[in-house]
Protein backbone atom coordinates (compact mmCIF):
# COMPACT_ATOMS: atom_id res chain seq x y z
CA UNK A 1 0.00 0.00 0.00
CA UNK A 2 1.47 3.38 -1.17
CA UNK A 3 0.65 5.84 1.40
CA UNK A 4 2.96 8.63 0.68
CA UNK A 5 0.49 10.89 -0.76
CA UNK A 6 -1.87 13.18 -0.29
CA UNK A 7 -4.87 15.59 -1.21
CA UNK A 8 -5.05 19.44 -2.30
CA UNK A 9 -7.35 20.85 -0.12
CA UNK A 10 -6.97 22.42 3.53
CA UNK A 11 -9.33 20.90 6.03
CA UNK A 12 -9.08 24.22 8.81
CA UNK A 13 -11.34 21.90 11.50
CA UNK A 14 -9.07 18.49 11.67
CA UNK A 15 -5.72 18.92 13.17
CA UNK A 16 -3.02 16.74 14.19
CA UNK A 17 -1.74 16.45 18.19
CA UNK A 18 2.06 17.21 18.46
CA UNK A 19 2.69 13.71 18.76
CA UNK A 20 1.40 12.21 15.74
CA UNK A 21 3.10 15.10 13.64
CA UNK A 22 6.17 14.77 14.97
CA UNK A 23 5.92 10.57 13.97
CA UNK A 24 7.68 9.16 11.30
CA UNK A 25 5.96 7.88 8.01
CA UNK A 26 7.64 4.30 8.66
CA UNK A 27 6.24 4.02 12.03
CA UNK A 28 2.66 5.53 11.07
CA UNK A 29 2.75 3.04 7.86
CA UNK A 30 3.59 0.03 10.06
CA UNK A 31 1.00 1.18 12.51
CA UNK A 32 -1.65 1.41 9.76
CA UNK A 33 -0.84 -1.69 8.38
CA UNK A 34 -1.52 -3.17 11.82
CA UNK A 35 -5.47 -1.29 11.89
CA UNK A 36 -4.49 1.06 14.05
CA UNK A 37 -7.15 4.18 13.79
CA UNK A 38 -5.34 6.75 14.87
CA UNK A 39 -2.52 6.13 12.10
CA UNK A 40 -4.58 5.62 9.73
CA UNK A 41 -6.51 8.66 10.20
CA UNK A 42 -2.93 10.51 11.03
CA UNK A 43 -1.66 9.18 7.52
CA UNK A 44 -4.94 10.39 5.86
CA UNK A 45 -4.62 14.02 7.07
CA UNK A 46 -1.00 14.19 6.07
CA UNK A 47 -1.94 12.60 2.56
CA UNK A 48 -4.82 15.10 2.61
CA UNK A 49 -2.53 18.01 3.57
CA UNK A 50 0.90 17.29 1.52
CA UNK A 51 2.45 17.19 4.82
CA UNK A 52 5.42 14.73 4.56
CA UNK A 53 3.99 12.97 1.72
CA UNK A 54 2.75 13.77 -1.46
CA UNK A 55 -0.28 15.22 -1.72
CA UNK A 56 -3.32 12.17 -3.01
CA UNK A 57 -6.77 13.12 -2.27
CA UNK A 58 -7.65 9.44 -2.78
CA UNK A 59 -5.34 7.74 -1.07
CA UNK A 60 -6.28 10.35 1.55
CA UNK A 61 -10.20 9.65 1.41
CA UNK A 62 -9.52 5.49 1.51
CA UNK A 63 -7.37 5.85 5.11
CA UNK A 64 -10.44 8.25 6.42
CA UNK A 65 -12.77 5.86 5.47
CA UNK A 66 -10.57 3.30 7.11
CA UNK A 67 -10.06 4.73 10.49
CA UNK A 68 -14.12 6.40 10.83
CA UNK A 69 -15.10 2.94 10.04
CA UNK A 70 -13.17 1.65 12.66
CA UNK A 71 -14.98 4.25 15.14
CA UNK A 72 -12.09 6.87 15.40
CA UNK A 73 -13.98 10.26 16.00
CA UNK A 74 -12.58 12.87 13.98
CA UNK A 75 -11.76 10.52 11.00
CA UNK A 76 -15.65 9.81 10.74
CA UNK A 77 -15.81 14.05 10.99
CA UNK A 78 -13.05 14.18 8.32
CA UNK A 79 -14.63 11.60 6.35
CA UNK A 80 -17.86 13.36 6.11
CA UNK A 81 -15.66 16.51 5.15
CA UNK A 82 -14.58 14.58 2.54
CA UNK A 83 -17.96 13.28 0.85
CA UNK A 84 -19.51 16.62 1.67
CA UNK A 85 -16.76 18.63 -0.29
CA UNK A 86 -15.70 15.30 -3.03
CA UNK A 87 -12.46 14.83 -1.69
CA UNK A 88 -10.91 12.00 -3.53
CA UNK A 89 -14.46 11.18 -5.10
CA UNK A 90 -17.77 12.49 -6.17
CA UNK A 91 -19.74 15.04 -4.13
CA UNK A 92 -22.45 13.11 -1.71
CA UNK A 93 -24.03 14.97 1.14
CA UNK A 94 -26.23 12.01 1.97
CA UNK A 95 -23.45 9.88 3.06
CA UNK A 96 -21.52 13.00 4.43
CA UNK A 97 -24.62 13.27 6.87
CA UNK A 98 -24.64 10.21 7.75
CA UNK A 99 -21.33 10.62 9.16
CA UNK A 100 -21.61 13.65 10.23
CA UNK A 101 -24.66 12.28 12.43
CA UNK A 102 -22.66 9.02 14.09
CA UNK A 103 -19.68 11.99 15.06
CA UNK A 104 -22.43 14.27 16.22
CA UNK A 105 -24.11 11.65 18.21
CA UNK A 106 -21.04 10.92 20.01
CA UNK A 107 -20.49 14.93 20.84
CA UNK A 108 -18.26 16.05 18.06
CA UNK A 109 -18.97 19.94 18.21
CA UNK A 110 -17.38 20.58 14.68
CA UNK A 111 -19.59 17.56 13.27
CA UNK A 112 -22.07 18.85 14.57
CA UNK A 113 -22.07 22.59 13.33
CA UNK A 114 -21.56 20.27 9.87
CA UNK A 115 -24.84 18.16 10.19
CA UNK A 116 -26.43 21.98 10.66
CA UNK A 117 -24.95 23.27 7.67
CA UNK A 118 -26.55 20.20 5.84
CA UNK A 119 -30.06 21.20 7.47
CA UNK A 120 -29.82 24.63 7.20
CA UNK A 121 -28.73 24.57 3.21
CA UNK A 122 -30.86 21.60 2.67
CA UNK A 123 -28.07 18.96 1.07
CA UNK A 124 -27.94 15.20 1.29
CA UNK A 125 -31.64 16.00 3.30
CA UNK A 126 -34.63 18.23 3.67
CA UNK A 127 -34.05 21.81 4.29
CA UNK A 128 -34.70 22.24 8.23
CA UNK A 129 -33.78 25.43 10.19
CA UNK A 130 -35.08 24.64 13.37
CA UNK A 131 -33.60 21.60 12.88
CA UNK A 132 -29.83 23.65 11.81
CA UNK A 133 -30.29 25.77 15.01
CA UNK A 134 -30.62 22.87 17.63
CA UNK A 135 -27.30 21.02 16.29
CA UNK A 136 -25.89 24.58 16.50
CA UNK A 137 -26.71 25.11 19.73
CA UNK A 138 -25.12 21.97 21.03
CA UNK A 139 -21.74 22.62 19.44
CA UNK A 140 -22.19 25.82 20.88
CA UNK A 141 -22.77 24.62 24.00
CA UNK A 142 -19.63 22.23 23.47
CA UNK A 143 -17.47 25.90 23.71
CA UNK A 144 -17.33 25.96 19.46
CA UNK A 145 -17.71 29.67 18.65
CA UNK A 146 -18.81 28.28 14.76
CA UNK A 147 -21.77 26.81 17.15
CA UNK A 148 -22.59 30.50 18.13
CA UNK A 149 -21.90 32.11 15.01
CA UNK A 150 -23.94 30.23 13.39
CA UNK A 151 -26.94 30.48 15.68
CA UNK A 152 -26.85 34.14 15.61
CA UNK A 153 -26.45 33.92 11.44
CA UNK A 154 -29.83 31.77 11.79
CA UNK A 155 -31.61 34.30 14.55
CA UNK A 156 -30.27 37.18 12.99
CA UNK A 157 -31.80 36.22 9.31
CA UNK A 158 -34.72 34.83 10.60
CA UNK A 159 -34.75 31.45 8.75
CA UNK A 160 -37.69 29.60 8.86
CA UNK A 161 -39.12 32.10 12.17
CA UNK A 162 -39.06 35.93 12.68
CA UNK A 163 -35.95 37.45 12.86
CA UNK A 164 -34.80 37.53 16.71
CA UNK A 165 -31.88 40.34 17.01
CA UNK A 166 -31.51 40.50 20.99
CA UNK A 167 -30.39 36.91 20.54
CA UNK A 168 -28.59 36.91 17.80
CA UNK A 169 -26.63 39.52 19.54
CA UNK A 170 -25.57 37.77 22.36
CA UNK A 171 -24.49 35.04 20.22
CA UNK A 172 -22.35 36.75 18.54
CA UNK A 173 -20.69 38.13 20.92
CA UNK A 174 -20.24 34.76 22.91
CA UNK A 175 -18.79 33.83 20.01
CA UNK A 176 -16.66 37.57 19.72
CA UNK A 177 -15.47 36.51 23.28
CA UNK A 178 -13.98 32.67 21.62
CA UNK A 179 -11.88 34.84 19.28
CA UNK A 180 -13.81 34.25 16.45
CA UNK A 181 -13.25 37.58 14.10
CA UNK A 182 -16.42 37.43 11.87
CA UNK A 183 -18.64 36.98 14.99
CA UNK A 184 -17.04 40.64 15.87
CA UNK A 185 -17.68 42.04 12.27
CA UNK A 186 -21.31 40.64 12.44
CA UNK A 187 -22.08 42.11 15.86
CA UNK A 188 -20.83 45.30 14.97
CA UNK A 189 -22.98 45.82 11.82
CA UNK A 190 -26.01 45.17 14.02
CA UNK A 191 -24.55 47.71 16.36
CA UNK A 192 -24.15 50.08 13.14
CA UNK A 193 -27.70 49.02 11.96
CA UNK A 194 -29.19 49.98 15.57
CA UNK A 195 -30.26 46.03 15.69
CA UNK A 196 -28.24 46.14 18.97
CA UNK A 197 -27.48 48.22 21.70
CA UNK A 198 -23.92 49.95 22.07
CA UNK A 199 -24.46 50.62 25.48
CA UNK A 200 -24.65 46.55 25.50
CA UNK A 201 -22.17 45.72 23.07
CA UNK A 202 -19.77 48.90 22.72
CA UNK A 203 -19.52 51.04 19.16
CA UNK A 204 -19.49 49.47 15.84
CA UNK A 205 -16.31 50.95 14.70
CA UNK A 206 -14.25 48.96 18.08
CA UNK A 207 -16.11 45.76 16.95
CA UNK A 208 -15.05 46.05 13.02
CA UNK A 209 -11.31 47.43 14.55
CA UNK A 210 -11.54 44.00 16.33
CA UNK A 211 -12.04 41.53 13.38
CA UNK A 212 -9.74 44.03 11.26
CA UNK A 213 -6.88 43.47 13.47
CA UNK A 214 -7.39 39.64 12.73
CA UNK A 215 -7.43 39.90 9.16
CA UNK A 216 -11.03 40.16 7.84
CA UNK A 217 -11.24 41.94 4.82
CA UNK A 218 -15.19 43.13 4.91
CA UNK A 219 -14.29 44.76 8.54
CA UNK A 220 -11.50 46.53 7.39
CA UNK A 221 -13.34 47.73 4.57
CA UNK A 222 -16.48 48.53 7.31
CA UNK A 223 -13.71 50.32 9.63
CA UNK A 224 -12.07 52.54 6.82
CA UNK A 225 -15.92 53.76 5.93
CA UNK A 226 -16.33 54.62 9.43
CA UNK A 227 -13.69 56.12 9.91
CA UNK A 228 -13.35 58.34 6.57
CA UNK A 229 -17.12 59.36 7.71
CA UNK A 230 -15.09 60.66 11.61
CA UNK A 231 -13.19 62.98 9.73
CA UNK A 232 -9.74 63.93 10.94
CA UNK A 233 -5.95 62.98 9.52
CA UNK A 234 -5.75 60.68 11.93
CA UNK A 235 -8.72 58.75 11.07
CA UNK A 236 -7.73 59.18 7.07
CA UNK A 237 -4.63 57.86 8.22
CA UNK A 238 -5.91 54.29 9.75
CA UNK A 239 -8.92 54.06 7.23
CA UNK A 240 -6.00 54.28 4.73
CA UNK A 241 -4.21 51.10 6.23
CA UNK A 242 -6.79 49.10 6.33
CA UNK A 243 -8.38 49.38 3.02
CA UNK A 244 -4.79 49.13 1.54
CA UNK A 245 -4.10 45.61 3.69
CA UNK A 246 -7.75 44.73 2.19
CA UNK A 247 -7.00 45.15 -0.92
CA UNK A 248 -4.19 43.01 -0.83
CA UNK A 249 -6.22 40.34 -0.05
CA UNK A 250 -8.45 40.96 -3.43
CA UNK A 251 -11.52 42.83 -1.42
CA UNK A 252 -13.25 44.01 -4.60
CA UNK A 253 -15.17 46.62 -2.65
CA UNK A 254 -11.67 48.13 -1.42
CA UNK A 255 -9.65 48.05 -4.31
CA UNK A 256 -12.77 50.15 -5.88
CA UNK A 257 -12.65 52.75 -3.17
CA UNK A 258 -8.76 53.20 -3.32
CA UNK A 259 -8.46 53.21 -7.30
CA UNK A 260 -11.63 55.64 -7.91
CA UNK A 261 -11.12 59.25 -8.57
CA UNK A 262 -14.05 60.05 -6.18
CA UNK A 263 -12.84 57.97 -3.02
CA UNK A 264 -9.29 59.40 -3.86
CA UNK A 265 -10.32 63.03 -3.57
CA UNK A 266 -11.91 61.94 -0.26
CA UNK A 267 -9.16 60.27 1.08
CA UNK A 268 -6.97 63.62 0.49
CA UNK A 269 -9.37 65.83 1.96
CA UNK A 270 -9.19 64.13 4.78
CA UNK A 271 -5.68 64.01 5.30
CA UNK A 272 -5.46 67.69 4.99
CA UNK A 273 -6.96 68.39 7.19
CA UNK A 274 -4.31 69.18 9.30
CA UNK A 275 -0.77 70.23 8.01
CA UNK A 276 1.09 66.55 8.82
CA UNK A 277 -1.41 65.03 6.53
CA UNK A 278 -0.76 67.65 3.45
CA UNK A 279 2.02 66.39 1.46
CA UNK A 280 0.21 62.39 1.98
CA UNK A 281 -3.09 64.07 0.53
CA UNK A 282 -0.87 65.74 -2.28
CA UNK A 283 0.05 62.21 -3.40
CA UNK A 284 -3.68 61.37 -3.48
CA UNK A 285 -4.94 64.47 -5.25
CA UNK A 286 -2.80 63.65 -7.92
CA UNK A 287 -4.24 60.28 -8.23
CA UNK A 288 -7.43 61.68 -8.33
CA UNK A 289 -6.37 64.33 -10.88
CA UNK A 290 -5.11 62.30 -13.50
CA UNK A 291 -8.31 60.60 -13.50
CA UNK A 292 -9.87 63.32 -14.89
CA UNK A 293 -11.76 64.60 -11.41
CA UNK A 294 -12.18 68.11 -11.66
CA UNK A 295 -12.18 69.13 -7.90
CA UNK A 296 -8.78 67.29 -7.84
CA UNK A 297 -7.32 69.15 -10.25
CA UNK A 298 -8.20 72.42 -8.38
CA UNK A 299 -7.29 71.61 -4.97
CA UNK A 300 -3.96 69.98 -7.00
CA UNK A 301 -3.18 72.92 -8.93
CA UNK A 302 -3.88 75.42 -5.08
CA UNK A 303 -1.63 72.98 -2.88
CA UNK A 304 1.06 73.51 -6.07
CA UNK A 305 0.83 76.95 -6.50
CA UNK A 306 0.75 78.02 -2.08
CA UNK A 307 3.40 74.93 -1.76
CA UNK A 308 1.05 72.81 0.56
CA UNK A 309 2.78 69.68 1.14
CA UNK A 310 4.70 70.20 -1.83
CA UNK A 311 7.82 72.14 -3.26
CA UNK A 312 5.84 75.45 -4.54
CA UNK A 313 5.49 75.30 -8.62
CA UNK A 314 3.22 77.97 -10.23
CA UNK A 315 4.13 76.33 -13.30
CA UNK A 316 2.90 73.25 -13.03
CA UNK A 317 -0.13 74.86 -10.90
CA UNK A 318 -1.22 76.82 -13.64
CA UNK A 319 -1.31 73.76 -15.74
CA UNK A 320 -3.74 71.59 -13.41
CA UNK A 321 -5.77 75.34 -13.55
CA UNK A 322 -5.85 75.10 -17.40
CA UNK A 323 -7.32 71.17 -17.33
CA UNK A 324 -10.10 72.69 -14.29
CA UNK A 325 -11.09 75.05 -16.04
CA UNK A 326 -11.70 72.87 -19.10
CA UNK A 327 -13.70 70.77 -17.19
CA UNK A 328 -15.68 73.77 -16.02
CA UNK A 329 -14.48 75.02 -12.89
CA UNK A 330 -14.87 78.91 -12.03
CA UNK A 331 -12.41 79.01 -9.60
CA UNK A 332 -9.91 77.27 -11.94
CA UNK A 333 -10.70 80.49 -14.06
CA UNK A 334 -10.57 83.30 -11.20
CA UNK A 335 -6.62 81.75 -10.04
CA UNK A 336 -5.43 81.21 -13.46
CA UNK A 337 -6.71 85.00 -13.96
CA UNK A 338 -4.34 86.02 -11.11
CA UNK A 339 -1.42 84.23 -12.46
CA UNK A 340 -1.13 85.69 -15.63
CA UNK A 341 -2.07 88.86 -14.47
CA UNK A 342 1.07 89.14 -11.97
CA UNK A 343 3.37 86.93 -14.23
CA UNK A 344 3.17 84.14 -11.96
CA UNK A 345 4.08 80.41 -13.49
CA UNK A 346 3.40 81.81 -16.59
CA UNK A 347 4.07 85.06 -19.01
CA UNK A 348 2.33 88.41 -18.04
CA UNK A 349 -0.54 88.69 -19.32
CA UNK A 350 -3.29 91.06 -18.60
CA UNK A 351 -5.58 90.80 -21.46
CA UNK A 352 -5.64 87.16 -20.85
CA UNK A 353 -6.12 87.72 -17.49
CA UNK A 354 -8.99 89.78 -18.46
CA UNK A 355 -10.73 86.86 -20.42
CA UNK A 356 -10.14 84.26 -17.68
CA UNK A 357 -12.00 86.71 -15.46
CA UNK A 358 -14.91 87.09 -17.36
CA UNK A 359 -15.53 83.30 -18.21
CA UNK A 360 -15.25 82.95 -14.29
CA UNK A 361 -17.89 85.49 -13.84
CA UNK A 362 -20.09 83.90 -16.27
CA UNK A 363 -19.75 80.71 -14.20
CA UNK A 364 -20.90 82.94 -10.96
CA UNK A 365 -17.91 83.18 -9.25
CA UNK A 366 -18.33 86.19 -6.85
CA UNK A 367 -14.43 87.60 -6.64
CA UNK A 368 -14.01 87.73 -10.16
CA UNK A 369 -15.92 91.38 -10.69
CA UNK A 370 -14.38 92.00 -8.02
CA UNK A 371 -11.09 91.50 -9.26
CA UNK A 372 -12.19 93.11 -12.71
CA UNK A 373 -12.86 96.25 -10.84
CA UNK A 374 -9.52 96.25 -9.45
CA UNK A 375 -7.48 95.90 -12.67
CA UNK A 376 -9.67 98.90 -14.25
CA UNK A 377 -8.92 100.95 -10.94
CA UNK A 378 -5.08 100.16 -12.23
CA UNK A 379 -6.12 101.58 -15.76
CA UNK A 380 -6.81 98.33 -17.11
CA UNK A 381 -8.95 99.57 -20.49
CA UNK A 382 -12.12 97.30 -21.92
CA UNK A 383 -11.48 95.30 -25.18
CA UNK A 384 -13.96 97.51 -27.23
CA UNK A 385 -13.19 100.57 -25.11
CA UNK A 386 -17.04 100.55 -23.86
CA UNK A 387 -18.47 98.49 -20.68
CA UNK A 388 -15.31 96.61 -19.39
CA UNK A 389 -18.28 93.90 -17.94
CA UNK A 390 -19.76 93.75 -21.42
CA UNK A 391 -20.48 89.61 -22.01
CA UNK A 392 -19.40 89.20 -18.79
CA UNK A 393 -22.85 89.29 -17.06
Not at 126 to 142: I, Q
Not at 148 to 161: K, P, Q, R
Request: no cysteine.
Amino acid sequence: MNIRVAITVLLAAATLPAAAQDSSIDDLVARARKRDAEAEYTLGMRAYEGRGVPRDAGQALRLMERAAKRGHLEAQNAFGFFLQHGIGTAADPVRAREWYETAAARGHARAQVNLGWLHEQGLGTERAPALALEWYRKAAVLGLAEGDYNTANLLESGAGAAPDFTAAAAAYERAARKKFAPADYRLGRMVEQGRAPASEYGNALARYRSAARAGLADAQFAAARLLLDGGGTANAREALEWLQQAARQEHAPSRAMLADAAGQYRIALQLAADSSGAAQAVTWLRRAAEQGYRDAQLRLAIALEEGRGTASDPAQAASWYVKAADAGEADAFYRLALLYDEGIGVPRDTVKARDLLGQAMELGHERAREHVTRLLGRGFPSLDGGDPFKGMR
